[in-house]
């Protein structure tokens, strides 16, 4: 079955040092990554996927994810943190195993700008 | 462009009462979704529909309902409300297989 983890419950950066949120992932076949941010009571944001090409992936808000096949990653990064990205961040699969294919997402990693 | 709405934002309700979660779009989209969220879980998904007239199960449908009779309306029923199904609710639509989806602002429902 498809899954991802995120292995951090919560990350702490101070504002404008670099961010990385990681992912890594376990696919039968190609994976379809996606990461997805959710303010508070709201409801989830699509931010990047990768679904061929290139293994650095840009996407809203100035983020960008590195996928690296061989570590089966898929890490969210910023090069200098703001405060209001301080959100819920959620990384997920598509899983091919259904005929909907359902994204699988992991448990999610909570991001703490400071100022 | 509204995107996806669900209705109602917040939402309390007696053991054994039932209710709809209504979901709307106005994207155009075959696939929509129902999740639900709980803490250090994720998302999962409760039931799914390919286009109008085509519903099939996610991997917790059990104690709800959906049906698909416009390409725009996707709501999920509660039968028979339990304390379990406390949670967050969240309705999704995309436009194809490869596409990304897009949530609806959510649902929190609180079952005493």
């Known amino acids: 079955a498809q899954s991802v983890a995120q292995p951090e419950d919560q990350v702490n950066v101070a504002e404008g040092n670099p961010l990385t949120v990681k992912c890594t992932y376990s696919?039968?076949?190609?994976?379809?990554l996606f990461w997805y941010v959710q303010y508070p009571n709201r409801g989830l944001q699509f931010l990047l996927k990768?679904?061929?090409?290139?293994?650095l992936v840009k996407g809203s808000y100035g983020f960008e994810a590195e996928f690296n096949k061989s570590q089966t990653s898929f890490h969210l990064k910023k090069p200098s943190a703001l405060v209001s990205d301080s959100a819920l961040y959620f990384c997920?699969?598509?899983?091919?195993?259904?005929?909907?294919?359902?994204?699988?997402f992991g448990t999610g990693t909570r991001l703490l700008v400071s100022p | 462009n509204a995107g996806v709405t669900q209705t109602p934002k917040f939402q309390v309700l007696k053991t054994g009462q039932s209710m709809t979660l209504q979901c709307a779009q106005d994207m155009n989209h075959e696939y929509m979704s129902w999740y639900r969220q709980d803490p250090g879980m994720g998302l999962r998904l409760i039931h799914y529909?390919?286009?109008?007239?085509?519903?099939d199960q996610g991997e917790v449908p059990n104690g709800y309902n959906v049906s698909r009779s416009t390409t725009e309306d996707f709501p999920l029923r509660l039968l028979s409300a339990a304390p379990s199904q406390t949670s967050v609710y969240f309705c999704a639509s995309k436009l194809g297989e490869y596409t990304e989806a897009f949530f609806g602002q959510g649902t929190r429902l609180t079952v005493v």
């Open positions: 529909s390919v286009g109008a007239g085509i519903t």
């Open positions: 997920a699969v598509r899983d091919l195993n259904t005929g909907f294919q359902k994204l699988v």
């Open positions: 990768y679904i061929t090409g290139d293994n």
């Open positions: 696919v039968s076949g190609n994976p379809y």
